[in-house]
């Protein structure tokens, strides 16, 4: 085994969950925390998904004490699975995982879509509740704005894109049309992107995707680039 394969195995962890409450169409997973770290905003961790045999990649949303906590969008069998688990039940935790956001910038807008939304409520508690701008597709996905202080929230057919000012530093995180019309608007922004993972540490090479020409593994190069 691997230096890197030994960390990995080292910081997985059962954990117990606490609470599930919904959030719209979406479910706030609330584990107990152990011995496990936060990590950076933007980082993420491998979720055990009952009766499923692949973890499932999900970005930490909040950290409260004692606490981690995952916002799930129930799209398909992991995720429901995810979002179907009761206080008690024990599942298998790995991370925190990739790249995060880099967190010195002088600016920060945070931009969200959809369930992309999802890492920015750590995010802005760890930068100081800046201010956030968020897309949703009806209002029913929209009640999980309330997880993100200091947002606008628009709804379609406004886009996110029409939210963002000049001057500042983007930080974005969404599905990727919305990445794609993001970087043309502010080219310098960092986006947290997404791609199916089977491991999360870099072995299986199933996150590789083609960005700005060039193959690059999700799980250790990003999920955020810049
Ligand atoms: C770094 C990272 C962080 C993530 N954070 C969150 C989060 O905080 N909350 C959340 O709800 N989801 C998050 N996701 C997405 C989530 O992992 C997938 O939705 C989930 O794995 C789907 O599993 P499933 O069994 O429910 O559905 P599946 O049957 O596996 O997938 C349903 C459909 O979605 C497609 N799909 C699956 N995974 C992805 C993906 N990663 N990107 C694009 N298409 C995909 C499949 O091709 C299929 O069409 C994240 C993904 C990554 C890579
Ligand atoms: S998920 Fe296995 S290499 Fe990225």
């Known amino acids: 085994m691997t230096a890197t394969g030994e960390r990995i195995m080292l910081k997985r962890k059962r954990r117990r969950v606490v609470a599930v409450e ?3 169409p ?3 997973l609330r584990v107990d925390r152990g011995g496990l770290e936060p990590g950076i905003p933007g980082q993420f961790f491998m979720l055990e998904a009952p009766g499923r045999l692949l973890p499932r990649p999900m ?5 409260p004490p004692g606490e981690l906590a ?3 969008d129930p799209i398909g069998p992991g995720t429901r699975a995810l979002a ?4 008690g039940d024990r599942l298998a935790i790995l991370g925190p995982l990739g790249n995060g956001f880099h967190l010195d910038v002088e600016r ?6 959809g369930i992309g939304i ?3 409520p750590y995010l802005s508690e760890t930068l100081g509740r800046p201010p956030a701008v968020l897309g949703f597709r009806s209002d029913w996905h929209a009640e999980a704005a309330t997880l993100v202080s200091n947002a606008r929230v628009c709804v379609e057919p406004t886009l996110v894109t029409e939210l963002i000012q000049e001057g500042v530093d983007v930080l974005a995180c969404g599905p990727e049309p919305m990445l794609e019309a993001v970087r043309a608007i502010a080219p310098s922004a960092q986006l947290a992107w997404e791609a199916p993972m089977a491991c999360g540490y870099g072995a299986c090479y199933g996150c590789a995707v ?3 020409g060039g193959l690059k593994r999700l799980c250790v190069e990003g999920p955020v680039l810049c």
């Open 22 to 24: 919904r959030v719209g």
């Open 118 to 120: 999802a890492p920015l």
């Open 59 to 63: 970005s930490l949303c909040l950290a």
């Open 70 to 72: 995952f916002l799930i």
């Open 108 to 113: 920060p807008l945070l931009v969200g879509g």
């Open 26 to 28: 979406y479910a706030l």
């Open 210 to 212: 083609d960005i700005g």
């Open 84 to 87: 179907a688990l009761e206080h």
